[in-house]
């Protein structure tokens, strides 16, 4: 088990670029699948992207293809989320895990952040 710490979020306009950074402590990411999730009031945490434990395969949500890219930095023991072209209906709290299998469900993942928010004004 490891303990991640979101970090990066803020308040934006409508264009702007936000990068979030996931640290990991008390063990390390290698090889673990790592993914970003979010969640907005009211709303079903989703999606958002994932990256294999190797860091070749990526996979994105439909919603940010194009826009959101996820990385890893296995010597920082760090997760990124590069988001440009933010838009309004990105406002969320978003969250890392760490999960044994490459998958876009929630429930794959065994380890969670404590969530960074983002909020973006038009």
């Known amino acids: 088990q490891v303990r991640l710490v979101e970090s990066g979020g803020g308040l934006v306009q409508a264009g702007a670029s936000l990068r979030l950074a996931c640290a990991a402590s008390g063990g390390t990411l290698r090889t673990y699948p790592m993914g970003w999730f979010r969640q907005a009031p009211g709303n079903e945490r989703e999606f958002v992207a994932a990256?294999?434990?190797?860091?070749?395969?990526?996979n994105v949500a439909d919603s940010v293809k194009g826009r959101f890219t996820i990385s890893r930095d296995d010597a920082k023991n760090t997760v990124y989320l590069q988001m440009n072209n933010l838009k309004p209906e990105d406002t969320a709290v978003y969250y890392c895990a760490a999960g044994m299998i490459f998958e876009t469900r929630p429930s794959g993942y065994h380890d969670w952040g404590q969530g960074t928010q983002v909020t973006v004004s038009s």
């Open positions: 990256i294999s434990g190797s860091g070749t395969i990526r």
